[in-house]
């Protein structure tokens, strides 16, 4: 019993073997979003994945989200909030509350989690070192611009900052507020903001974590998880997506697009999945890849 045991581990460990090959020097993208990082044993989880990736031989770049977390602090204030088209319609007392939860809470919170295991994380805001540049954008509404206040469109990325990070063996973790060229601050989706981190870091792999399977065929029936979709595909069905999975589709489609070989939107609700999408032969979610 114990052998067979024993058995298993070895086989599961070996299992790993091309993927670890495959990846040895790569940087990951990883979206870690608000409704995946409900849990505290799952953030621990999230956090373990992460360092492992680390000693792995991985360069892993955490981009976080906290929609949830934002929500609930507007709310505790009487500061009324909607969404359009999966995106807050951001007032300029409301930027002052996501930039306030962003990247004073939530970001110290995944720093905080990862550091436990060693000095590794260090935490950023798109603001510093020019990380992200935006400009406002508008929401598309029937084909129809419309306003929702201070939400950044990211139009320049430098990444030197990051790339500093990694080479020096540490985990960047961004929170997705930019600086724009007009003195503006601005609120971009994380998933949007990782894309653009994943294009300009030239990296292998986009993972965006969240609270469902991946992409379901027929949403809200959540019976048919789309395992893998090409761009061309990916585009045609953007318009018949609904809430957020209009900005996390579109982020996977702009990172193949971009040059990002494998985009990926996973349950973060499993434990460890980003180990068992990086390092197993199944793979699990929803995959989007380039079209040749
Ligand atoms: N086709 C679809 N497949 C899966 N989820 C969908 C779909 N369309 C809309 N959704 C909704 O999108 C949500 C994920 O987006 P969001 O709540 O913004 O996640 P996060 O906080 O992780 O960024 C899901 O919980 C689901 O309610
Ligand atoms: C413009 C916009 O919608 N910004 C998001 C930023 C946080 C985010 O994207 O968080 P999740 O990944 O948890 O959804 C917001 O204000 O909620």
């Known amino acids: 019993m114990r052998a067979n045991g024993a058995h298993a581990k070895a086989g599961a460990l070996i299992e790993a073997l091309p993927w670890l090959t ?22 621990e989880g999230f956090a373990q994945d992460v360092v492992f990736l680390r000693h792995a031989g991985l360069r ?6 906290g929609g949830p977390q934002i929500s609930e602090h507007l709310d505790r204030l009487g500061i009324e909030s909607t969404f359009t088209a999966g995106l807050r319609v951001t007032t300029p007392e409301a930027m002052q509350v996501v930039r306030m939860v962003l990247v004073g809470r939530v970001n110290r919170d995944v720093v905080g989690l990862i550091n436990r295991h060693g000095p590794f994380a260090v935490g950023l805001s798109g603001e510093d070192a ?25 139009v320049k990325v430098e990444p030197g900052a990051v790339e500093a990070l990694l ?6 973790v961004v929170s ?3 600086r ?4 503006e601050i601005y609120n971009v989706n994380a998933d949007t903001a990782a894309a653009a981190l994943a294009v300009a870091l030239r990296a292998q792999k986009l993972v965006i974590l969240t609270d469902v399977e991946g ?25 018949t997506l609904s809430s957020g999975m209009v900005p996390k589709m579109g982020a996977c489609l702009t990172a ?9 939107v996973l349950d973060g609700r499993v434990p460890h999945a980003l180990l068992l999408e990086i390092f197993t032969d199944e793979g699990i979610g929803t995959m989007v890849m380039p079209d040749e």
């Open 176 to 178: 997705s507020v930019a």
């Open 256 to 264: 193949v697009r971009g040059g990002v070989p494998r985009a990926h």
């Open 180 to 183: 724009g060229a007009d003195g």
């Open 215 to 239: 992409l379901y065929a027929n949403w809200p029936d959540d019976t048919d998880v789309i395992d893998e979709l090409g761009a061309t595909e990916l585009e045609a069905l953007m318009p």
């Open 167 to 172: 080479d020096d063996g540490r985990i960047p």
């Open 60 to 65: 892993p770049v955490v981009v976080h989200g």
């Open 22 to 43: 495959r990846f040895h020097g790569a940087t990951v993208v990883i979206k870690y979003g608000g409704n995946a990082m409900t849990e505290q044993s799952l953030q």
């Open 130 to 154: 020019h990380l992200f540049t935006a400009e406002r954008k508008h929401a598309l509404v029937d084909g129809e611009p419309v306003d929702i206040g201070q939400v950044g469109e990211i």
